[in-house]
């Protein structure tokens, strides 16, 4: 089997992803954020690449069944209801909510990934539930993508070495892997921060731009591994949490 990984969501042709399972990261912030929201019982997340696109599906919802979220330059978009700061997504904000969400680059690598046969969103704080479907995966041959989604559309090291803990968990066991020079590199860099995601963002750009701008404590959410233990899947433009009613 096929394990491959892509830096950004940008570089990903349709035959990149074309009948494979794949896995969108953006750890900083917006796939923990989708897991942060699931995990506190969000309906589901509906990615836009526009703030224009999200409002005018909210138009077709009722005020109270909704909220607009996300991000541009890291700051919530005015007239929005939540940014894209995993804390604001409490049980009491995003219960039984459709979130409108659209953000720099992970709601556009989600969009970009449609081809695939399978999408899941991933993060250090789903990492294990995440990690048991791709490895289920792989055991039964399928071939993986993972898409590095990074920050404003370049390579991003927390992206990376999330993508090679993942190829790293994933090989655990398994002989028959290919891999492109993504999935060796990821590797090799994950070796150096493996068990320490606090330094690993103090020495991202993007980790450093954020703690910059006010949002440490989202780092050290962000850094929680497994504390959101869901299984995020994009399928019909939408993103739900794998439960009993889609468990295979
Ligand atoms: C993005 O999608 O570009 C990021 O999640 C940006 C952010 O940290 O808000």
Do not use: W
Not at 26 to 51: K, M, N, Q
Not at 192 to 212: I, K, Q, T
């Amino acid at each position: 089997m096929r394990l491959d990984v892509y830096f950004g969501a940008h570089s990903v042709t349709s035959a990149d992803v074309q009948g494979r399972v794949v896995v969108v990261i953006d750890v900083l912030r917006a796939s923990t954020t989708i897991a942060v929201a699931l995990a506190h019982g969000a309906r589901t997340v509906i990615p836009f690449e526009s703030a224009d696109e999200a409002v005018t599906r909210s138009k077709s919802l009722a005020r109270g069944d909704y909220k607009l979220a996300g991000e541009r330059k890291n700051q919530m978009i005015p007239g929005f209801d939540l940014g894209n700061s995993p804390r604001e997504y409490t049980r009491e904000a995003v219960e039984g909510k459709t979130i409108l969400f659209t953000t720099t680059n992970g709601t556009s690598a989600l969009i970009a990934v449609q081809p695939a046969r399978e999408v899941l969103v991933g993060a250090f704080v789903n990492f294990t539930a995440v990690s048991a479907m791709l490895r289920a995966a792989a055991r039964a041959q399928s071939d993986l993508a993972i898409i590095a989604a990074g920050s404003d559309r370049h390579f991003s090291l927390e992206d990376a070495v999330c993508a090679g803990r993942f190829v790293r968990s994933i090989r655990r066991g398994i002989t028959d892997v290919s891999m492109n020079d993504g999935a060796q590199a990821s590797v090799q860099l994950e070796r150096r921060y493996a068990n320490d995601l606090p330094r690993l963002f103090a020495e991202s750009a993007h980790g450093r731009a954020l703690a910059d701008m006010g949002f440490a404590e989202d780092l050290a959410t962000c850094a929680q591994l497994d504390g959101y233990p869901v299984v995020p899947v994009y399928h019909d433009r939408q993103v739900t949490k794998l439960g009993p009613d889609r468990e295979r």
